[in-house]
């Protein structure tokens, strides 16, 4: 087995779904491009059928890149696969992604139908989507509750079918990660056929457990992971790109590994966060404004002596220029000895312990000391040592 992750960036399908991040489309072929710059495998790049606009985005972004698949989404219905096939025409290479609901829940309660009629329905659209000429990749829509055994059953007849890849979503983002892992696990013992196939996660964050179940996946087997820029998506989001990448970057251990290009990493979170509008929360891991910022004393102290105490991840490997000491009423001498170094003041001893006095009474008043205010504190004191 290859310790190869194919990436499945599906910011310009599953992450458009979010309400007010809609794109027109020179604004999703510009985002294309950099998926491509960044290393990504798959680009799916909206649903056909659903709208003029997504099939004419799947056109455009088909024509505009080379070297990175382009996916379609469909539901299991002839319709659907034949406006998807046509959208993916210009692709250099191509791949439909067809697929049904495998929970219980799904099958009585969404579709009105039986596991034997999901069953049939799955292997029809995979051999009907087969005969397009392009790459297929199935899902089976909330995998994560569904019966294994009918799981692993609906997993080996689509792959008889044609499927090149088997997706099986956590789609209500409903699973714990060593009960997802064994699930993935299950498939790899039980589905006769399953090296015939790539299987992919994908995973939401409902109890922001999507990267987790995500790294669960790709342990036990599964060789692709869907994912999101900023991990955006459908109501609590999806599994984040920048963070399956930067886990399996920093975890050399798991042996696994992608073609992420990381010091683009950043800029792309920053396009996407602007074009959709989608502010990233501070303290989001690898592209929040907080991920290399440091307040606490102790923690500043241990940073300034050697990096590595308190960073796992080189801010430049994900395109972040350095890493930054905030001072706050936090904040220990050692940082605001730092700080005052880089303005050009030099304090020690007791002159210090003056000065750190003056900077708590300022920094009690504001959330933070910015640059202007420790300027000031430097030339009282001069005057005070005239």
């Known amino acids: 087995m290859t310790n190869k992750i194919q990436i499945f960036d599906t910011t310009l399908r599953d992450g458009e779904q979010v309400p007010g991040c809609q794109l027109k489309t020179h604004e999703k072929v510009i985002i294309a491009k ?42 299991s219905k002839k319709d659907d696969i034949d406006v998807a096939a046509e959208a993916l025409h210009h ?62 059953q609906l997993t080996e007849a689509v792959i008889e ?29 039980h589905v006769k056929n399953i090296d015939k196939a790539v299987i992919s996660v994908h995973c939401h964050n409902d109890l922001g457990l999507a990267t987790a179940n995500t790294i669960a996946g790709l342990t036990n087997g599964a060789r692709q992971a869907e994912v999101t820029i900023n991990g955006i998506g459908e109501r609590a989001g999806n599994t984040s790109l920048e963070e399956i990448a930067m886990i399996l970057q920093v975890h ?25 509008h989608m502010p990233v929360q501070p303290n989001k891991a690898i592209v929040g404004a907080n991920a290399f910022s440091h307040s606490s004393g102790i923690h500043q102290d241990g940073f300034l002596k050697h990096a590595e105490n308190y960073e796992i991840i080189n801010p430049a490997d994900v395109g972040v220029s350095n890493s930054s000491i905030v001072l706050t009423a936090r904040s220990g001498r050692a940082a605001l ?14 002159e210090l312990n003056t000065l750190y006095e003056n900077f708590l009474l300022v920094a009690d008043e504001k959330k933070e000391v910015v640059n202007n205010d420790l300027l000031v504190l430097a030339a009282n004191m001069l005057v005070l040592a005239r």
């Open 337 to 350: 000895k730092h700080r005052m170094e880089l303005l050009g003041h030099k304090f020690e001893g007791e």
């Open 252 to 276: 050399k251990d798991l042996d696994l590994y992608t073609n992420i290009k990381s010091e683009r990493i950043f800029e792309i979170s920053q396009l996407v966060s602007s074009m959709m």
């Open 34 to 75: 950099e998926l491509e710059a960044l290393g990504v495998d798959v680009i799916e790049a909206g649903f056909p059928i659903s709208s003029p606009g997504d099939f004419l985005s799947v056109v455009e972004i088909s024509k505009a890149v080379k070297n990175v698949t382009v996916c379609g989404l469909t539901r």
């Open 161 to 189: 079918a044609g499927a090149d890849v088997v997706n099986i979503p956590d789609t209500t983002g409903y699973c714990l990660p060593h009960l997802y892992g064994k699930r993935i696990q299950y498939l790899f013992d």
């Open 91 to 152: 692709a250099k290479h191509g791949r439909i992604h067809t697929g049904i609901g495998s929970s219980d829940v799904h099958i009585k309660h969404k579709f009105k139908s039986s596991r034997e009629q999901v069953l049939e329905q799955g292997v029809w659209a995979v051999k009907y989507a087969k005969a397009k000429g392009y790459e297929v990749e199935f899902f089976a829509e909330d995998a994560g509750r569904a019966d294994l055994a009918f799981l692993a």
